[in-house]
């Protein structure tokens, strides 16, 4: 069956086939030749700190295992013995000198190969080719500032080539200060019942939503009133940010996409404890130096990195989306903050990430509501064939003169979704990155002719 991708994404007219978030065929394409071809987040540096430190995690439904080497490299297995299929570690993370089979007990060193097969005389009498039976090996593991990521293609470009602008983006939250990020406490892990695209898209794109879903949260957390919004008579309801901003953007290039709005104020997010606030009105100056004004004060907004991690500035979450089937996403939420913060403010990041972003917490019931409710109405036969509206800001993209790289637009707008869609369109049809690159390169160039 021959699929038309542009016809389930028309970037051009913004329009996007619901069937995208419910065929059993396009995931199993996905896990192929996006899961199989993108770079992946797998774990933070301290999570690991030490030889033999090991976390394990995914890449799309793969289970995989990340682990410190002996001369201090990182490589990541695939978490499943060659025997037949066992998962070798079961562990959530920890510090082994191997990974022995709970089945028969082959065992497998931290370098993947195998080390020990029981009874291996007499079980193979002629002999087992040992050195070809290691863990198999993800293709390429690379860093960046503290994030491990991986990639199972040889012919993906380089992590760097990858992320483009949004690394300019993600620098925002690993390069505050000096000694880079920590992940804080352990992983939350929950199972939402939606496409793993619906959750990913909405932190590309989506800050509309903002506006209505989390219309209670706004009310009764908003920011005190300050004298601007006592003169215009605003009474006690602080104006939100999206009236008070001088500015906003939203990039959307290459599948990623960011959000935020311009604020003069450190700690401008209403989310937070206020031992986080204060840190952040503490530590702004030394931010600032380091990433300006611009990226220093941008503690709200959105982000994106294709396809599956997610992250808010100041509300320290950092999570990715594992797809688990079509109709289901397990996510998992780290805390990642600044390792040179004190202790007790790391805490204060940990309970502010937990009390809005946590499996319970008051802007993820928001938002994981409509996400479940949106797959449910999709199981309707007439309502998977209605097209998708993703138009907002369509024409209005352009490349901005300050500094800020990449293609922007205003921050109500769904340019990083068409972008997100685009991208995931064309890994879908095409054999290889370059025609992926070079049909990114020429949607760019037609989005931006009007901008
Ligand atoms: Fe692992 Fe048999 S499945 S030792």
């Not at 060659?82 to 065992?107: E, I, K, L, Q």
């Not at 991690?309 to 996403?329: D, F, K």
């Not at 998992?332 to 990041?349: G, L, N, R, S, Y």
Request: hydrophobic residues 40%.
């Amino acid at each position: 069956k021959v699929i038309d991708f542009d016809a389930l994404v028309d970037a051009r007219t913004g329009r996007v086939a619901s069937s995208i978030y419910t065929d059993p065929e396009l995931y199993d394409l996905e896990l192929d030749r996006i899961f199989g071809r993108c770079w992946l987040f797998l774990a933070h540096v301290s999570q690991i700190p030490k030889a033999g430190h090991f976390f394990n995690t995914y890449m799309g439904e793969d289970p995989i295992i990340v682990v410190r080497q002996k001369d201090g490299s990182i490589k990541a297995f695939l978490n499943q013995c060659r025997h037949r299929s066992m998962r070798v570690s079961h562990a959530d993370c920890g510090n082994t000198r191997a990974f022995t089979c709970p089945y028969h007990g082959w065992s497998y060193g931290t370098d993947g190969s195998l080390v020990d097969v029981p009874l291996e005389q007499r079980a193979y009498p002629h002999g087992l080719c040992n050195e070809k039976l290691g863990l198999q090996e993800v293709t390429r593991v690379a860093e960046y500032k503290g994030l491990i990521f991986g990639n199972w293609d040889p012919a993906a470009p380089s992590l760097e080539e990858y992320m483009g602008d949004i690394a300019w983006y993600l620098d925002g939250v690993l390069d505050r200060r000096p000694g880079g990020t920590e992940i804080v406490g352990g992983v939350q892990k929950w199972v939402i019942d939606c496409n793993w695209k619906l959750p990913a898209e909405q932190f590309a794109s989506d800050q509309y939503h903002a506006l209505f879903s989390h219309a209670s949260a706004v009310q009764v957390l908003g920011a005190k009133a300050d004298d601007a919004d006592k003169a215009l008579g605003a009474g006690q309801t602080a104006r939100p940010v999206w009236e008070t901003a001088k500015d906003a953007l939203q990039y959307g290039q290459a599948g990623h996409g960011s959000g935020f709005f311009f604020t003069e104020k450190p700690d401008a997010n209403v989310w937070v404890d206020g031992m986080v606030s204060q840190y952040y009105r503490d530590t702004y100056p030394e931010a600032a130096e380091r990433l300006g004004k611009v990226r220093a004060l941008r503690l709200a907004g959105h982000n994106n990195m294709f396809p599956t991690m997610s992250w808010l500035n100041g509300t320290a979450t950092l999570r990715v989306w594992h797809p688990r089937g079509p109709n289901q996403v397990e996510v998992w939420a780290f805390c990642i903050a600044d390792k040179d913060a004190p202790e007790d403010v790391k805490q204060a990041f940990e309970r502010s990430a937990t009390r809005a972003f946590g499996p319970a917490g008051f802007l993820e019931q928001d938002d994981s509501e409509n996400w479940v409710e949106i797959q449910k109405v999709l199981r309707g036969k007439r309502a998977r064939q209605t097209k998708l509206i993703v138009e907002m800001g369509i024409g209005n993209e352009k490349l901005r003169e300050d500094g800020i790289p990449g293609v922007t637009n205003y921050i109500f707008s769904e340019t990083a979704a068409r972008a997100m869609y685009r991208r995931w369109a064309d890994l879908l049809a095409c054999d290889t990155w370059a025609q992926v690159l070079e049909r990114s390169k020429a949607y760019e160039e037609e989005v931006l002719k009007h901008g």
